[in-house]
């Protein structure tokens, strides 16, 4: 079933915690899931891939002048050099059978054969440019002279590649728990009820769980309850300073989406559907999002959307939410005198929009900010986005492009290193003991939680 | 008839209808998909994006600007090139009026010969840089080379024919017409359609991220 060392498997899934072995077997490059024909996983490939192909794709796969432009932003070819990891070349297969099935000019294109048909074997070979390589980190839009956003294009492909069973196992089988557990770590519902307690407990601070009716439902991502868990106090702690109608809910709780990150729309919708319905049921104004960052492209542009209508409620990503509390005067806090440099997570800055947010958070903790070379929306990715660092084959590959993010933050010369999503801060801890680096990724969050200033009720 | 007779008359004139028909055809194709209605609420209006996506990818982001300048330049300089020598040179003007009845005033010839030349040199360097360099060599199809194949040959043959080198003038106006045609015919086929996509895709993804609150 599976191509490569990795042990994970459904009974024993994904565990971020020991240390990892991520030896390739050079003959095998490929994972591949379920039993069929070669003709049926192709034809599911391909119809899976034009199901959501509509105007905006077609455009995109029309306008490619393969200038090349594109490999220039992407970490994976700055670092290795490899003409592979050109971003639209990941798309190779796909563009084919665009021009091939679905374009304008098809019948030409079939009829003297002028695209010839995509084959299993070019798909197993592009599993490792669809998913290994690529963060979708959207950096390649922002250099293409035409605009061809292939993040975008790359979501698409693997919608073909999930159907097919041609998704990197590690991947898959976390998708596959978070569809059956309802998390992709083992956060089930228990779980999260447990570690909320256990927060509460721990850190004195009083939790709201499953209330009847609250303003604010805010959810976790599964790597702050299993990893992070002090990030459940410091939303606590910052809620309740507020005063606010709050509540976490056990029937949504997990804003990962790995349907999503996986190629899986159908799972991908139930995911996003329980938030909303858990949201609703409660009558929230607004669902908070964690520090996580697909999680905020998953409900807050892509939400409405995977429910067929707008939301009744905001769609907010927590440096969001702290950005307007401490600008409305509601959360005040204490001066932290330090220099920090922050690392903007791609789908909240570049892809999200909320890229001033966590600016305005800082400017009100009073640090003394030293932005990257490249940041805001032209951030590098950490490398672990798009569902990469559960990607165990892909390791060697993911620290060579992490080398970029130290080299920056050292540049800095701060001494704090800060993010706004969980998953940057594995890969960045996981980077940081890969390469015995001085540098640890802290959450604007739980600094915010520390430093809120106690008024006098 | 002879081949100038041949290459004014019945060539230009199934060039241009399949070149009109096969262009329509591909952009329609495409602008009248489907398009999913975007419900979600927006950060701030999403049309402003569609032309800021258009100036904001004239030139590369500040980021990028070391690792792919060189190739902007040599775009632009080839791109305006052809703008020049196609439509400020005195015969193409009054080619142009005798078809739609406007003209405007033309450039020198030295003028436009100069440019011709530059022109010329910049398309050679990027088929060069398209051969040398892994990114490009490795993404290059068919279409790539024939849509630069098509592209310079007008361009040799109109200098040849204005320099008289090689072959009779009316040979070598001939050879050009018919080159012309050929570009014509190739264009809606092949990556020539940028020239109406480019817009399509700045303003597509220009809308997307002004909606989220940021820029293409």
Redesign the interface.
Known sequence: MSGDVSDTTELQPLDLESSRVSVQIPAVRYDQQGEMSDDERIGIAMRNFVKD????A???M????????C???CHY?VQT?D??Y?P??KL?PFKQAYKREA???AP?YRLLNLKSKVTVKQLREWQELIYDSCTMCGRC?????????IATLVGLARHGMFQAGLVPHELWAVAERAKREGSPLGATAQVFEDRVDWMGDEHEVEMHMNEDQADYLVTMSSIEIQKYPESMAAIAKVMNAIDASWTFHSDGYEATNFGMLSGNAEWQKAMTVKIIETAIKVGAKAVILPECGHAYGAL??????Q?????PF??MHVSEFLAELVTNGRLKLNQVDRSVTFHDPCQV???????QAPRVVLKALGVDLREM??SA??NWCCGGGGGVVTIHRADALRYKTFEIKMRQVNETGAQMLLSTCANCRQTFDDGQEHFHWDKTMHSLLELVADNIVETEQ | MDLLTFARGPALQAAFTIFLIGTF??L?????????L????P?QPALAGAFK?QI??LW??Q??AS??MA??LL?YAFHIGLVVVIFFYLPHILFIQDLFGVSWPALPHAVVNAVGGITLMALVALLVK?LM?????????F??YFTWFVTVTPLVTGMLAVAQVGARYETLLALHLLSVALLLIWFP?G?L??AF??V???A???M??ER?????
């Open positions: 192909f509509g105007r905006v077609a455009i995109y029309e306008s490619c002048v393969h200038c090349g432009a490999a220039e932003a070819y050099g003409p592979r050109t639209i070349w190779e374009s304008p000019l030409v839009t922002m250099v293409c002279p035409m605009s061809i956003d807050r542009w892509q939400g409405a959307n429910y067929g209508k707008p939301l905001r769609v800055s570049r892809r999200g929009g909320a890229t070379q490249d929306e032209y | 055809w591909r329609l194709g495409v602008l009248l998909l489907r398009r999913k975007d419900h979600s609420e950060r996506g904001a990818h590369p982001y980021p990028f690792r792919v190739s902007y775009g398209r360099n892994p990114v490009t060599r490795l993404i290059s199809n279409d790539d086929f990556k359609m940028h996509f480019f399509a895709a700045r597509t993804t220009g997307i991220f989220r609150g940021t820029h293409s």
